[in-house]
């Protein structure tokens, strides 16, 4: 059982700012698996997949942003799932617009939902999936940033993120975070397609397709 969990605020009026590309993912692969209809349940919307044999919830806490561990934690609780079990997806302002990274586990890295969780799970070993959103132009409060829509040409590669993530959130399920690191994170793209040229290289492929 394994849980990927999306952060943003909820509300219409949040549904098309940076700090919300973590629903906007876990939306994106409840609607790839043809996932059923969310439900509202430990202060989160709910809805349960298969991902290779793998029983996951994709969760889109209520709480808003900043207390997204008070949703997260107890679930993990209530389910007898470990730290290790979950997935993360979030904004990060410290890579640009569009770019992404999967991280094993760490510190918040100034991200109060990271932070909210890391608080209530009682540690920092869960996986990461950072979606680059850019710093804040010049002039621009951080909330202001965050809480703002994408710009007409960031907008585009955000798209392309999500798109590029989701079998790469299905890889940490079936194969483990390493795996998905090595083949999803930028620096290793290089790396990849090398090995894909020499034989084998299937025997390690994520089986998420």
Not at 106 to 116: A, E, R, V, Y
Not at 143 to 151: D, G, K, Q, R, S
Not at 180 to 189: I, T
Request: charged share 25%; hydrophobic share 40%; net charge neutral.
């Amino acid at each position: 059982m394994k849980m990927i969990a999306g952060l943003g605020n909820p509300g219409a009026e949040y549904a098309q700012t940076k700090h919300n590309v973590g629903f906007m993912l876990v939306d994106a692969l409840a609607e790839r698996l043809n996932a059923p209809a969310w439900k509202e349940d430990f202060f989160s919307a709910v809805t349960e997949v298969r991902i290779g044999g793998e029983k996951v919830f994709l969760v889109k806490p209520l709480t808003y942003m900043n207390n997204s561990g008070e949703a997260i934690g107890p679930m993990l609780s209530y389910y007898k799932m470990a730290a290790d079990d979950l997935t993360v997806v979030h904004d990060d302002m410290d890579i640009p617009a569009g770019t992404v990274r999967i991280r094993k586990k760490g510190s918040s890295g100034g991200h109060n939902g990271i932070k909210s969780i890391i608080a209530h799970v009682g540690g920092e070993n869960f996986a990461r999936v950072r979606i680059g959103v850019g710093r804040p132009p010049a002039g621009w409060t951080v909330i202001n940033h965050v809480l703002a829509p994408f710009l007409a040409e960031d907008a585009p590669k955000i798209r392309e993120a999500i798109g590029y993530l989701l079998p790469a959130v299905e890889c940490i399920v079936t194969d483990g975070v390493e795996l998905a690191m090595n083949r999803y994170n930028p620096h290793k793209k290089k790396a990849r397609k090398q090995e894909e040229s020499h034989e084998g290289e299937s025997s390690e492929a994520c089986t998420a397709e």
